[in-house]
């Protein structure tokens, strides 16, 4: 611990809030009691007790996602002093060093905000579901052992699978544009997504779809249904939309090979259209 954070009584805690989907933003800040080795969520459960701002106005409770609390999960991500992270993993003694002693939370950017620092990362399951990532499975009788995979095969792919969905990669992409269809007065929640879902039709995946693709079309089975993911990854809103600024690589807390996945699957995606106009 460093000699300014044990003479630290207090810090404080601005966070950008919204009452609900499509709302006016509003920032509020806290003043948090210091004490050693807090991470961010803790924070935000004190504050969910306090629901009281630093000038002693009486507030809501500032809402906000979380689940495994491990960094596996990805629920927690939210910009955090303007970097985008878990805040599950986010201490703060180390933030209170980096950012002059207070902390700044805001929701991601790319996503429609719930309430304050609770986001719809639904987009990004969806768009898993466009590049089908997953090995496919025709029924489930007894057919015996699969192909081998290969070490190096493995060892390639392992990285990849430890991907959470978080949304880091998209929230720095300069190519990845916020798609929000506001929620109509009377609208059910599945007519809502429906609407969403047809909204975001075209629109770029983000490396982590682009990777997951990647990811199956190596794998000895996954592999089957390769063309139906670059028939995905060549239509609207596909790879050819990545402009290789490589902000996601270097945004990635599982440290991701994002950028060899996507130049992958460039490669991948050459072959196959050169293989359709051939197959005409
Ligand atoms: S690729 Fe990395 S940054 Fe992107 S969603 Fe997966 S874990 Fe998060
Ligand atoms: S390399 Fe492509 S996917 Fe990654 S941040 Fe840049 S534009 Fe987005
Ligand atoms: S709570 Fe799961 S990654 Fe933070």
């Known amino acids: 611990m460093t000699a300014s954070a044990t003479q630290r009584q207090s810090f404080d805690v601005r966070i950008l809030r919204q009452a609900g989907p499509g709302q006016q933003s509003y920032w509020e800040t806290f003043r948090i009691p210091y004490e050693p080795n807090l991470n961010v969520i803790s924070v935000l459960q004190k504050i969910a007790t306090m629901a009281r701002t630093a000038e002693g106005k009486e507030t809501t409770p500032v809402a906000w996602d979380c689940n495994c609390l491990e960094e596996v999960c990805g629920a ?130 983000g490396a982590a779809p682009i990777s997951q693709a990647i990811l199956f079309n190596d794998h000895t089975t996954g592999g089957m249904i390769s063309d139906q993911r670059l028939e995905a990854l060549t239509s609207a809103g596909g790879i050819q939309v990545c402009g290789n600024s490589q902000n996601c690589v270097s945004v990635c807390p599982k440290e991701i090979p994002l950028t060899t996945s996507i130049a992958r699957a460039g490669r991948q995606a050459t072959w196959y259209s050169f293989k359709t106009i051939f197959d005409r």
């Open 76 to 205: 927690c991500t939210m910009v955090i002093n303007g970097r985008v992270r878990q805040s599950c993993s986010a201490l703060v003694d180390r933030l209170l060093e980096e950012h002059d002693g207070e902390i700044e939370l805001q929701p991601m950017t790319k996503f429609p905000v719930v309430r304050d620092l609770m986001v719809d990362r639904g987009r990004m399951f969806r768009a898993l579901e466009r590049v089908k990532a997953w090995v496919p499975v025709d029924d489930y009788y007894d057919r015996g052992a699969g192909p081998k995979e290969s070490q190096e095969s493995q060892e390639q792919r392992y990285p990849l699978s430890e991907c959470m969905t978080c949304g880091c990669c998209v929230e720095a992409c300069p190519q990845y544009l916020k798609v929000e269809a506001t929620r109509r007065p009377n609208e059910s929640i599945e007519e809502h997504e429906a609407r969403q879902t047809e909204a975001e039709q075209g629109k770029f995946l």
